[in-house]
């Protein structure tokens, strides 16, 4: 799966979770920028991101991660 | 007011220890005592002696922080506003309070109709920390919760009330902080709690960490778990159902003391929890804002402490000074193992709710007990009393219910979505459960789907945000009970959120 697939699955997770689609992904992108993404949607994002892609997330990697950009990075090691 | 005397004695003893962590910097009490000195020598001259109840907007700061003392030391209350739920909402909390003075750290305020103390630009001051008198009825703070009719509602406490507080805690002898004690200050200010997660590190020398607006909360708080090696935790049990999927990867043996309040905690997630912290001791906390944050306490331990009603743990039993009651419809007090209304006295119970006799009636009630008029307030609570002396929570007895620890009336939050729409349909707020069994909230509409952008956009000028509804549904009848009320049980499982 290369980088541009991965962005557009993490996008789907984003849109389910949010129910808006008013907002760009980049590997710059933070919670900052995005209505909506804060600490009670972003754990529902991570566990959204974790079916649709098969993978388990470590606390150590999620208690890091500050923006889009970290997200997929951690989404790679763990494929 | 020996508590702030307390306070006094606490900062400048511990001069040299640190007091806070905001995002990674530390400042000490030293610092601490400059910045409370500042402000409050601002305080002095530019308030009005006569004026009581100073706003605050609730930053992530030292200079917040350091205005709750000033106020304090002034004798004066502090009304807290959080500086992220709509202006509209806080300039309400001041209209009802009278408020014509804010302290505010932010770089430009917007309360500009009102006189603004910008607490991080002042000039440097000699520290001045002795208290001046007060008489224990003054207020301490005032703090808004949701109410059904639209308007929040003010829950005033006076000195007298934190003093017994601060006793209570002091007469218990599981639980002491020390100088060296590294606490959670997870909560805003605006919400009862952070009462006792400011005020108890502050009185006993020990460093409060805060999580910075905008962070991820939960895996914030595990970091500073991780790497500031926290001694102590007070939070929500929303918190832990969060981090509950990544359990096996905690081991704080750090950790000495946890203490949840604010929300039913459930018996399997404590012991599993408990497994994460080898050294700790675990405090089921239970009180409402209107009794002083914390009326008492069931000590949990995994093995031999485990009382539980429907696989919530116990709530215990009131502390020092505290009485409690479990009444019927008439107030009439009913037999061990008999659910009934929990009701608190003692000398914790709020004077009443900011100017609303209506309420007030409604709410508090006083009743002879040998021979002296002692007065309780109705928590809303169902709670039984066991055999051993334990009470057990059962669960509420109105339509309030409880969002990350923030108290929410539902009809509330009916009032604003319906006022603003212009189909006039029923509309229904529910509290439902996610798959991580956490409560968020539902509005049910009964009509043909239509746009709700501006009901939503309404709702959102209005309320915090934890109290605008993350999930809608259209529904073309409601279901009804045999009785002919909206079956709002039924009505739940049309939010499929697993």
């Given amino acids: 799966m290369n980088k541009e697939e991965i962005l557009s699955k993490v996008k789907q997770a984003f849109v389910s979770v949010l129910d808006h689609e008013n907002f760009q992904l980049t590997y710059e992108t933070t919670a900052d920028d995005v209505d909506g993404w804060e600490s009670i949607t972003h754990m529902m994002i991570i566990s959204e991101v974790e079916k649709s892609f098969g993978i388990k997330f470590k606390l150590m990697d999620l208690m890091n991660m500050n923006n889009v950009g970290d997200l997929i990075k951690t989404i790679e090691s763990e494929l | 007011m020996k508590f702030v005397n307390k306070l006094q004695e606490s900062i400048e003893n511990h001069a040299a220890h640190n007091v806070l962590c905001i995002n990674n910097v530390f400042y000490t009490y030293r610092d601490f005592a400059i910045e409370i000195s500042k402000i409050r020598s601002a305080v002095t001259n530019v308030v009005d002696d006569s004026e009581k109840l100073i706003g605050l907007v609730t930053n992530d700061d030292i200079q917040t922080y350091a205005s709750i003392i ?66 224990g009825d003054q207020l301490a703070y005032i703090l808004f919760t949701s109410g059904t009719t639209g308007l929040p509602k003010g829950v005033p406490i006076t000195f007298d009330n934190v003093d017994a507080l601060v006793n209570a805690i002091d007469a218990e002898p599981e639980f002491n902080l020390t100088p060296s004690d590294r606490c959670l200050q997870m909560f805003e200010l605006t919400f009862d709690f952070s009462v006792v997660t400011y005020l108890f590190p502050l009185l006993s020398g020990s460093c409060m960490y805060t999580i910075p607006k905008g962070a991820i ?14 001694t102590v935790l007070t939070m929500v049990p929303s918190i832990i159902n969060y ?88 107030n009439k007090e009913v037999a061990i ?27 508090f009630f006083t009743r002879e007990e040998n021979g002296k008029p002692i007065r309780y307030y109705k928590t809303g609570d169902l709670c039984f009393k066991d055999e051993e002396g334990d009470f057990l929570y059962v669960g509420r007895a109105d339509f309030q219910v409880k969002i990350r620890g923030y108290r929410v009336e539902l009809a509330e939050i009916e009032f604003h979505a319906k006022s603003k729409s212009e189909k006039k349909v029923n509309m229904v707020a529910l509290d439902i459960t996610n798959n991580l069994g956490n409560a968020e909230l539902g509005l049910a509409i009964e009509s043909e789907e239509f746009d709700t952008t501006e009901i939503f956009d309404h709702m959102k000028t209005k309320m915090p945000g934890y109290m605008v509804p993350t999930h809608v ?10 009785n002919g009320k909206i079956n709002r049980k039924e009505l739940k499982t049309y939010f499929d959120i697993q």
């Fill in chain 2, 70 to 135: 000033a106020l304090w030391l002034e004798g004066k209350a502090y009304v807290p506003v959080n500086p992220t739920t709509p202006k509209e909402r806080n300039t309400k909390v001041f209209e009802l309070t009278e408020t014509k003075y804010v302290i505010d750290s932010s770089e430009s305020s917007i309360y500009e109709d009102h006189t603004v103390i910008a607490s991080a630009a002042l000039d440097d001051t000699d520290i001045n920390l002795k208290p001046k008198d007060v008489s």
């Fill in chain 2, 217 to 230: 909360k939960y895996f914030y708080i595990f970091k500073l778990i991780k790497e500031q090696k926290l």
């Fill in chain 2, 243 to 330: 981090l509950r999927p990544y359990f096996p990867e905690i081991n704080a043996p750090d950790v000495r003391y946890c203490s949840f309040g604010g929300g039913a905690l459930h018996s399997d997630i404590a012991k599993e929890w408990s497994d994460c912290l080898p050294n700790c001791k675990i405090f089921n906390y239970y009180g409402p804002t209107e009794f002083t944050v914390y009326s008492g306490f069931y000590p949990y331990h995994k093995e031999t402490d485990q009382k539980a009603h429907n696989g919530i743990i116990a709530i215990g039993t009131p502390q020092k000074d505290t009485l409690y009651l479990v009444v019927d419809e008439n």
């Fill in chain 2, 337 to 363: 193992g008999v659910t009934g209304e929990l009701c608190l006295g003692g000398p914790q119970i709020t004077p009443g709710y900011w100017k609303n006799e209506e309420r007030n009636a409604i709410s």
């Fill in chain 2, 473 to 482: 549904r259209f529904v073309k009848e409601f279901p009804h009970s045999i």
